[in-house]
């Protein structure tokens, strides 16, 4: 009797211990197994971070070399370049005012209107002639005047300019002094009137090269047109009783 109650006493002992173990492995074993897939995702996090930026390469934009081509194409659809190629050339009005103001023409030439200089040169040529005609006599009748006026038999540039067969001795000195004071006052006149014709067509040609570059894309082809074509005029009231008329129509296209 006392070994069965012996072996029954530690049959219970042993399944006590047993049930309290049991929980206690559990946790341990369920803590060890968070604790592992934790560190296991922290190690493939970190790895993945590595291969991203270390092993990836991911072309950049500047790097690509179709984003480069696509660049440099918009990019080169208009150009203000002296030399640029004739189907990407749109002028600077800022650059054709520089360039005619440094040197007349230099704007036309900037703006590829060459057709424009024969004109331009030829104005200045013109006004250039005038001035140092008008100027020579000027200086002339200006001289021979001077000359008359100061009472100085010395000089005498005024006996050049007599008319033809006059004595200088014999010539109404006070007639031809008011003659060389009215041409040389005239000669004056018009070689003023020379040089500012020659500041306004440089002025011209300023503005000229201007408005070329602002227009220089502008649509001047020659669409002008006009049709003619019957029209019904009807007028507008209610219950469609309103009257019609008949006329012609004139359209213009510009």
């Not at 189907?87 to 360039?99: G, N, W």
Request: glycine share 6%; proline share 6%.
């Amino acid at each position: 009797m006392k070994i069965t109650g012996i072996l029954v006493w530690m049959f219970f002992v042993c399944c006590a211990t047993g049930i309290w173990a049991r929980p206690l492995s559990t946790y341990q074993l369920e803590d060890s197994v968070i604790s592992i897939e934790n560190d296991s995702l922290k190690s493939i996090a970190k790895d993945s971070s590595i291969i991203s930026s270390d092993s990836i390469d991911v072309p950049s934009v500047q790097g690509d070399p179709m984003r480069r081509k696509v660049d440099s194409v918009i990019t080169a659809t208009s150009s203000d370049a002296l030399f640029a190629p004739a189907y990407l050339f749109k002028p600077s009005p800022r650059k054709a005012v520089i360039y005619s103001a440094i040197f007349p023409g230099l704007g036309q030439i900037y703006n590829r209107k060459y057709w424009k200089l024969p004109i331009l040169y030829g104005g200045f040529v013109g006004f250039t002639y005038a001035i140092s005609w008008n100027n020579g006599y000027y200086r002339d009748y200006l001289g021979a005047y001077q000359d008359i006026m100061d009472d100085d038999p010395g000089t005498n540039r005024w006996h050049n300019l007599l008319p033809y067969g006059q004595d200088p001795a014999t010539a109404d000195t006070k007639w031809f002094t008011d003659v060389l004071q009215q041409r040389k006052d005239y000669y004056r006149y018009y070689r003023d009137l020379s040089i500012i014709g020659t500041v306004a067509l440089y002025l011209v040609a300023i503005v000229d090269a201007y408005v070329d570059a602002q227009l220089f894309d502008f649509d001047i082809s020659p669409d002008l047109s006009m049709r003619v074509a019957p029209a019904l005029l009807k007028e507008e009231r209610p219950m469609n009783k309103g009257n019609s008329a008949y006329g012609v129509q004139w359209s213009f296209s510009f």
